[in-house]
């Protein structure tokens, strides 16, 4: 079965705090790793992408992740966040042979406080 | 670009009644299109994968009879919730993928929110 768990639902943190979303996956066979964010009244747009290569991968406005196999993760970071990170955030899946299919998780709300 | 959007963003229909939402690729071409279903504080599951000319594909446990999907040309699928019931009350999003990128990434309409009362 393929699941993907966002334990925190939500993550309030001080504007120039670091952060990091979590995000655990199970998955039995290879699977390639998306975080993408949703602002307000808007679509899920695209953040950041492991598909194979450098574990470690950026995203154009200061986001990182880093792909941990043996800890079945994919956690998000920035070492300082600003207002306008305010927004839903959500990790998704999928495996190799059905690239058709998103797993998504169920979603991190990061809340960035002046 | 690589735009998608979704009409309408909200709907509020009787229950009982059929309301159909749109989802349209605006500055590219997308053979196939995805419909999901967000409910609160839940993830986006996939319900149905729809390719232009063809009947679409639809996840276990999604009902095609209730939810018709229809995609016609390149820029636009529909999904019409059939005699909805309040249980039907979520969030739906569409999302596209560019035929010519070559790539499995998806764009993300803005959803619409359908209340059944």
């Known amino acids: 079965a393929q699941s993907v768990t966002q334990l925190d639902s939500q993550v309030p943190v001080f504007e120039e705090a670091p952060v990091e979303l979590r995000c655990n996956y199970s998955?039995?066979?290879?699977?390639?790793l998306f975080w993408y964010v949703q602002y307000p009244n808007q679509g899920l747009q695209l953040l950041l992408k492991?598909?194979?290569?450098?574990?470690l991968v950026e995203s154009i406005n200061g986001f990182e992740a880093e792909f941990n196999k043996s800890q079945t993760s994919f956690h998000l970071r920035k070492p300082s966040v600003h207002i306008s990170d305010t927004a839903e955030y959500f990790c998704?899946?999928?495996?190799?042979?059905?690239?058709?299919?998103?797993?998504f998780g169920s979603g991190t709300k990061l809340n960035v406080k002046p | 670009g690589a735009v998608v959007s979704q009409h309408p963003s909200r709907v509020i229909c009787k229950s009982g009644t059929s309301v159909k939402i749109e989802c349209r690729s605006l500055?590219?071409?997308?053979?196939?299109m995805f419909w999901y279903r967000q409910f609160p504080k839940k993830s986006l599951m996939l319900m149905a994968t729809?390719?232009?000319?063809?009947?679409?594909?639809?996840e276990q446990g999604v009902e095609k009879d209730k939810f018709l999907i229809n995609h016609a040309s390149l820029t636009l699928s529909t999904l019409t919730v059939t005699s909805a019931h309040p249980e039907d009350s979520s969030f739906y999003i569409c999302?596209?993928?560019?035929?010519?990128?070559?790539?499995?990434?998806?764009?993300f309409g803005p959803g619409t929110r359908l209340t059944v009362t």
């Open positions: 500055d590219f071409q997308a053979t196939t």
């Open positions: 998955s039995s066979v290879s699977v390639y």
């Open positions: 492991y598909l194979s290569g450098s574990t």
């Open positions: 729809s390719n232009e000319g063809s009947k679409a594909t639809y």
């Open positions: 998704a899946v999928i495996r190799e042979g059905n690239f058709n299919k998103f797993y």
């Open positions: 999302s596209a993928r560019d035929a010519a990128s070559g790539t499995y990434e998806q764009y």
